[in-house]
Nanobody
């Protein structure tokens, strides 16, 4: 059973930075399209950033220029570097692997942006 484990969420002040990590239990998984999603209280889950198997990166308009998704094959890990954080970035962040026929989700990591 493939597992994705996120970490790195924390309480941070507005303007601060965090780096989220998503480690896969199997190294072949991160070769697929990987994405970061978030879900704020009372809102639907939304895609934040994604990186395709070919390396193309896509971002939600709300995070363009502030967030960066990357992938490290040596560590079976996908990262989300977040800078210039805003209170509206507060949410549970989830890692996702699109395996073509099915989706695998991590358990989520909480990011809270507050002074």
């Amino acid at each position: 059973q493939v597992q994705l484990v996120e970490s790195g969420g924390d309480l941070v002040q507005p303007g601060g930075s965090l780096r989220l990590s998503c480690v896969s239990s199997e190294n072949r998984i991160i070769l697929h399209t990987m994405g970061w999603y978030r879900q704020a209280p009372g809102k639907q889950r939304e895609v934040v950033a994604a990186i395709t198997s070919g390396g193309r990166k896509n971002y939600a308009d709300s995070v363009k220029g502030r967030f960066t998704i990357s992938r490290d094959y040596n560590y079976n890990t996908v990262y989300l570097q977040m800078t210039s954080l805003k209170p509206e970035d507060t949410a549970v962040y989830f890692c996702n692997a699109d395996l073509g026929g099915r989706s695998v989700w991590g358990q989520g990591t909480q990011v809270t942006v507050s002074s």
